[in-house]
C-alpha cells in the first residue's frame, strides 16, 4: 500500500534481555539525510495527551521501552525518514547505554519468590468482560493464576489403585504467517485517525487507538485487508499505536512494515511446561487429576492470562474424572511476549493430558482407543468444571479417525514393534511402523459479542457488513451463505464489505474458531431483520398476514400460492422510497453464560459451545536416525453443521499441515534471552515435501442447537490433537516415550537409546517415572 | 543508479535500478508488480517467486542491476487479464481452492508452470520435490499438488484450445 507522502520507519531494538535504560543517544541518526524523526521510549511521558501503555489484559507494554528494556528485541526507538533505507541508516546510528540488570528465562523459576521481576507493577486493562477481575500487580512475576477445584483431589489419590506422574513440555514457536505485520497510518489535521492495519481485531484496535490519544471512537479509523494469514499472531494491538503516533507527530502518512526477523520479536506461542499427576484404577478409569502449568508469557502478558484461564479449564481432558485440581500459571519472563496462536493453548495442554492418556493405556495393557472410548465425555455429561456437554461428537470423531487408519489392525501388523514386511524377500529394515490416536475438546470463548449489518438493494442484491477479518478461512463466502439463506437469494447476489471501523460494526475478535457461530448469528439475525421489514410491507400489499409469506429469487410470494407475489423492484418503490433505496437490517448476538465462583472455577454454563478433534496417524521410525515420517493422518472435527463442507475439510487438511510442522520441526531456540533461529533459514516449517501424501479430513456433523443453522467452528479444532498422536504412534512403533516438542530424530534417538540402557539410569524419561501401586 | 534492460512479462523495460536494489524491490516498487511478495528475505519461502528466463528464482535474493538483458515473468504476466482470462494454472487453482489465505500463491503458480515446462507430467513425487521451495503456511499442500497434477492434464491433454479459453 501507498499513500502520498508517506514515511518509512525502522525500528531500534534491545540487545539486552534486561536493563535499565542509561540513555540513548540520537544525535548522529538524526543527521541522517531523509530522517524526520526519532522517537525514543524514554521521550514518550512527555508527549502531552497520550498514554504510552497497551496491552489487552494489563496495560503494560509502553509503545517504546521507557525506563528499562524487558527483552531482546523490544523497540526502544522508533525512526521515521523518507526512504525504508534511509530509517534503517538511521537507526544503525542510535547508541543505546544500558545497565544490565538480572534477567529471567524459565517460566517455573520467574514464579518462585525472589526472581528478578520483569515488571515492578502493573495495571489491568479491563478491556474485555473475561479479564475484568484482574488485579494490580506487585512483586510478582505470575500475572495470572487460573484455578479448578473438583471434588477432593487427595481423596481420588487415596481411592486409585495407581498414581501416575508424568512432565511435559512444548516449546515457545513463531506463527510465521508468511505476509507480515504490516501497518499505515494517516492522521488529518483535525485529529482524525485512519489506520490500515494486519489486525485479527480491528474493533480492539480502534478502542486502543481512541485510549491512547484520548480521542472518541468515530475519529479513529481502522480498515483491514485481506490478511496474508494470521494464525493468532495478529490479535488485539502490536504496533498500531506507535505507527498512528508518528503520523500524528510527522503529520505525513508513515508505513512500518516488519522484517522476517523482527516478527520472532513481535509475538510467540507460549512455551509450556505442564506437570500431570493421575490417579487411575486397573480397569483404567481416570479418578483423580491434578494439573500444574506454567506457560512463559514473555516480557509482555499480551493474552496470556486468557490463554492460561481458557486452557486450564480444558486441562484436565475430556475424560469423566470425579476430582480434579488445577493451577495454570501465566509467568513474565526476559523473552519476547508470547500470546494467542491458533488452538489458544490447546496444543500445549492436549499434548500433555493425551501423552499421559497413552502412557497410562501402555502401563496397563489396555489398548490406547478402548482407554479413551471407555471415559470419554459424552453428550448431557458434566466437564471438569461443572458445565454439560452439549452438542459433542468426541466419541465420533476417535472412531472415525481410528477406523480410517485402520486402528484394528494395528496389533497384527505391529507385534514385536516390527513392521510387517509385505514381500517375503524385503529386506530386514531399521523402519519400525506404529499408529497412535489423541483427541481434544476445546471450549470455545466467552463472552463475546458480534454485530452485523445488512442491506438490502431494489434490485435483490445485499450487502453484509461485518467486522470479521478474512485470513483465508472463508469466513467472507460463509457470512454470505448465511444471509442468502435468510433472504432466499442466490450466493452470488450477496457482497461483503471489509472490516472499516466506520462502516462495519463491533465485534470481539476474529479468533478462536468464533465466528462462524458468534458472527454467523449476528448476519443471520440481521437478515431476518431485513426479511422482517419486506415481509411486513409485503403483507400490506398482498393483504395477508406476513407469516404466510415467503422470500425467494427476489421475489415475495403466499405459500403455496405462487401467484400472488410482490417482486423486490415493485416493493421498494411502493413502499421504501424508490429503486435506489434501501432496506436495512441490524444483528447483535452476545450468548448469556453463568457466572463463574472464583474460588472452585465451577460454573453451570461456562462456555457457549464446545469443539471436539480426534487424530490417528501411521509412522515409520528409523530406529537407527530417529526420522519419523507420517505416512498418513486422519483427522475428525466436529464442526456443528457444515456449512460449507469442502471450507470444513479443508481448514482440517490446513491446521494439520500445520500441526505436523509445529510437531516435528517447530521451536524458537534462546540463548541467553537472544532468539538463535530468527528466520526462516534456521526455523523450519514444513513443505509439501513433509506433508503426508493421504491427509484424510473427516468431518463429524452434532448440529449446535443454538449455532446458525446448527453450525459451530472448524478453524482450530484439527491442531490439537496431531502431535500427540504422532508420540504415540512412535511409542507403539519403537517403544519410546516422548515427553518433549518437537520430536526431533536427536530426540527419538536419544529415547531409544534410553529405552535400550540399562534399568538404572532413566531419567529423564516419564515413560518409568514411579507408579504407586498399592 | 544504473540502467538495465529487463524484458517483463514480454515487454521490454529500461529501468535505473540502485546498485543495492534486489529484484523484488525492482518488481514492486519501480514496476507496481505487487503480486511479487516478500515472505523471509533470505530465499527459502518462495513467495517472492518470478520466472527468470523462464526457472524460478526467488528475487529476494538477486540483485537487479545484474540481470540486465534477462526476461523477467510474474504472476501479472499470466492470462489475459484485459479479456479476463486466466492461465490455466490459475485456472485449475481456483477450481480445486488451492490456497487459503492466498498470499504464497502466487509463488507457486510460477513454480507449478515452471516444473510443467520441464517436465510436463511429473510423478507427485517430483511435483513435492519440485515445490519443496515454496511454503504455504495455511498447509493447503494437498490441494496444491492436486491442483498440480490437474494442471498437468490440461495442458497435456487440450493444448492450444484450453489456453486460449
Not at chain 1, 455 to 464: E, R
Not at chain 1, 622 to 628: A, K, M, N, S
Not at chain 1, 721 to 748: F, K, Q, W
Request: net charge negative; aromatic share 6%.
Amino acid at each position: 500500500m501507498h499513500r502520498p507522502g508517506m514515511l518509512h520507519v525502522a525500528l531500534v531494538r534491545s540487545q539486552s534481555p534486561h536493563a535499565r535504560l542509561v540513555s540513548v543517544d540520537t544525535a548522529r541518526c538524526a543527521s541522517v539525510p531523509g530522517v524526520r524523526l526519532v522517537l525514543t521510549g524514554p521521550d514518550l511521558p512527555g508527549i502531552p495527551d497520550l498514554d504510552p501503555w497497551i496491552g489487552p489484559a494489563f496495560k503494560d507494554h509502553p509503545l517504546l521501552a521507557i525506563d528499562k528494556v524487558r527483552f531482546v528485541g523490544e523497540p526502544i526507538a522508533a525512526v521515521v525518514a523518507e526512504s525504508v533505507e534511509a530509517a534503517g541508516e538511521g537507526a544503525a546510528l542510535v547508541e543505546v547505554e544500558y545497565a544490565e540488570l538480572p534477567a529471567v528465562f524459565d517460566a517455573r523459576i520467574a514464579a518462585q519468590p525472589g526472581a528478578p521481576l520483569v515488571h515492578e507493577r502493573v495495571e489491568p486493562a479491563r478491556a474485555f468482560p473475561d479479564l475484568a477481575h484482574l488485579p494490580t500487580l506487585t512483586g510478582t512475576n505470575v500475572c495470572y493464576q487460573y484455578r479448578l477445584r473438583r471434588g477432593d483431589v487427595e481423596a481420588g489419590f487415596k481411592a486409585a489403585d495407581f498414581v501416575f506422574e508424568d512432565a511435559f513440555s512444548s516449546p515457545p514457536a513463531q506463527h510465521a504467517s508468511l505476509e507480515p505485520h504490516a501497518y499505515l497510518a494517516e492522521a488529518e489535521p483535525d485529529g482524525k485517525l485512519t489506520i490500515w492495519s494486519t489486525t485479527q481485531t480491528p474493533s480492539f484496535v480502534r478502542s486502543e487507538l481512541a485510549d491512547a490519544f484520548h480521542l472518541p471512537l468515530n475519529r479513529v479509523r481502522v480498515r483491514v485487508p485481506y490478511l496474508g494469514g494470521g494464525y493468532g499472531g495478529k490479535m488485539y494491538d502490536k504496533h498500531e499505536p506507535l505507527v498512528a503516533l508518528l503520523a500524528r507527530l510527522t503529520g505525513r502518512p508513515v508505513k512500518l512494515v516488519l522484517s522476517r526477523g523482527e516478527e520472532f520479536h513481535t509475538i510467540t506461542k507460549h512455551g509450556a511446561n505442564i506437570h500431570l499427576k493421575t490417579g487411575v484404577m486397573r480397569d483404567g478409569r481416570i479418578v483423580a487429576r491434578h494439573v500444574q502449568i506454567f506457560w512463559d508469557t514473555g516480557a509482555y502478558a499480551d493474552i496470556g492470562p486468557r490463554v492460561a484461564g481458557k486452557t486450564g479449564f480444558a486441562s484436565a481432558g475430556p475424560y469423566r474424572i470425579e476430582h480434579v485440581w488445577v493451577d495454570s500459571y501465566c509467568v513474565y519472563t526476559n523473552k519476547p511476549p508470547a500470546g494467542a496462536f491458533r488452538g489458544f493453548g490447546m496444543p500445549q495442554v492436549v499434548w500433555a493430558h493425551e501423552r499421559q492418556a497413552d502412557l497410562i493405556a501402555r502401563r496397563l495393557g489396555i489398548d490406547p482407543l478402548d482407554f479413551r472410548l471407555r471415559q470419554t465425555l459424552d453428550e448431557g455429561d458434566e466437564f471438569a468444571t461443572g458445565t454439560a456437554l452439549q452438542s459433542s461428537g468426541l466419541r465420533a470423531c476417535l472412531e472415525q479417525a481410528a477406523e480410517a487408519i485402520d486402528w484394528g489392525s494395528r496389533h497384527k501388523a505391529h507385534s514385536a514393534h516390527f513392521s510387517a514386511p509385505e514381500d517375503a524377500e524385503a529386506p530386514i529394515t531399521n523402519l519400525r511402523r506404529g499408529k497412535g490416536i489423541a483427541c481434544g475438546l476445546k471450549a470455545v470463548i466467552f463472552p463475546s459479542t458480534s454485530s452485523a449489518i445488512v442491506t438490502l438493494n431494489a434490485d435483490a442484491s445485499a450487502t453484509v457488513y461485518t467486522s470479521t477479518v478474512e485470513m483465508g478461512q472463508g469466513s467472507e463466502t460463509t457470512m454470505a451463505q448465511f444471509a442468502a439463506e435468510v433472504l432466499g437469494l442466490p450466493l452470488e447476489k450477496i457482497q461483503v464489505h471489509p472490516p472499516d471501523t466506520d462502516i462495519t460494526p463491533y465485534d470481539t475478535i476474529t479468533a478462536g474458531s468464533r465466528s462462524t457461530y458468534h458472527m454467523g448469528n449476528a448476519v443471520r439475525l440481521a437478515a431476518d431483520d431485513v426479511r422482517c421489514q419486506v415481509l411486513d410491507a409485503a403483507a400490506q400489499r398482498l393483504e395477508v398476514s406476513s407469516a404466510d409469506l415467503e422470500m425467494a429469487d427476489g421475489d415475495v410470494f403466499v405459500r403455496g400460492a405462487k401467484e400472488r407475489r410482490v417482486s423486490l423492484p415493485d416493493l421498494f418503490s411502493l413502499s421504501f422510497g424508490g429503486r435506489g433505496s434501501t432496506v436495512v437490517g441490524h444483528g447483535r448476538f452476545t450468548p448469556t453464560t453463568a457466572p463463574v465462583d472464583p474460588e472452585s472455577g465451577m460454573s453451570a454454563k461456562s462456555t457457549e459451545y464446545w469443539f471436539p478433534g480426534a487424530t490417528a496417524v501411521e509412522v515409520e521410525v528409523d530406529d537407527q536416525t530417529g526420522r519419523v515420517d507420517v505416512l498418513r493422518v486422519a483427522a475428525a472435527a466436529d464442526v456443528g453443521t457444515a456449512v460449507h463442507p469442502a471450507h470444513c475439510r479443508q481448514q482440517i487438511v490446513g491446521a494439520t499441515s500445520m500441526a505436523l510442522s509445529l510437531a516435528l520441526f517447530e521451536e524458537i531456540v534462546f540463548d541467553g534471552g537472544h532468539v538463535v533461529n530468527p528466520s526462516l533459514a534456521d526455523y523450519m516449517l514444513a513443505s509439501a515435501l513433509d506433508v503426508p501424501p493421504e491427509i484424510v479430513p473427516i468431518v463429524v456433523q452434532v448440529p449446535h442447537p443454538g449455532g446458525p443453522f446448527g453450525a459451530k467452528g472448524v478453524g482450530e479444532t484439527a491442531i490439537f490433537s496431531l502431535a500427540p498422536a504422532i508420540a504415540n504412534a512412535v511409542a507403539d512403533a519403537v517403544g519410546v516415550s516422548l515427553v518433549d516438542l518437537p520430536i526431533t530424530p536427536e530426540r527419538v534417538l536419544q529415547a531409544i537409546s534410553v529405552a535400550k540402557a540399562p534399568t538404572t539410569n532413566r531419567a529423564g524419561s516419564a515413560h518409568f517415572s514411579a507408579p504407586s501401586d498399592r | 543508479m544504473r540502467p538495465v534492460q529487463l524484458t517483463i512479462n514480454g515487454e521490454p523495460r529500461a529501468i535505473e535500478v540502485a546498485e543495492t536494489a534486489l529484484l523484488l524491490e525492482v518488481l514492486r516498487e519501480q514496476c507496481g508488480l505487487f503480486s511479487v511478495r516478500e515472505g523471509c528475505g533470505v530465499g527459502q519461502c518462495g513467495t517472492c517467486t518470478v520466472l527468470l528466463d523462464g526457472r524460478p528464482v526467488s528475487s529476494c535474493l538477486l540483485l537487479a542491476a545484474l540481470q540486465d538483458g534477462r526476461s523477467v515473468e510474474t504472476l501479472e504476466g499470466l492470462g489475459r487479464p484485459e479479456l479476463g482470462e486466466l492461465d490455466p494454472i490459475q485456472a485449475v487453482f481456483l477450481e480445486h481452492e488451492a490456497f487459503q489465505c492466498g498470499y504464497c500463491t502466487p509463488g507457486f503458480i510460477l513454480s507449478v508452470k515452471a516444473l510443467l515446462a520441464e517436465r510436463p507430467d511429473p510423478t507427485p513425487e517430483e511435483a513435492r520435490e519440485y515445490l519443496a521451495g515454496n511454503l504455504c503456511r495455511c498447509g493447503a499442500y494437498p490441494e496444491i499438488l492436486k491442483a498440480t497434477a490437474a494442471a498437468s492434464a490440461r495442458l497435456r491433454g487440450v493444448q492450444g484450445s484450453e489456453c486460449a479459453l
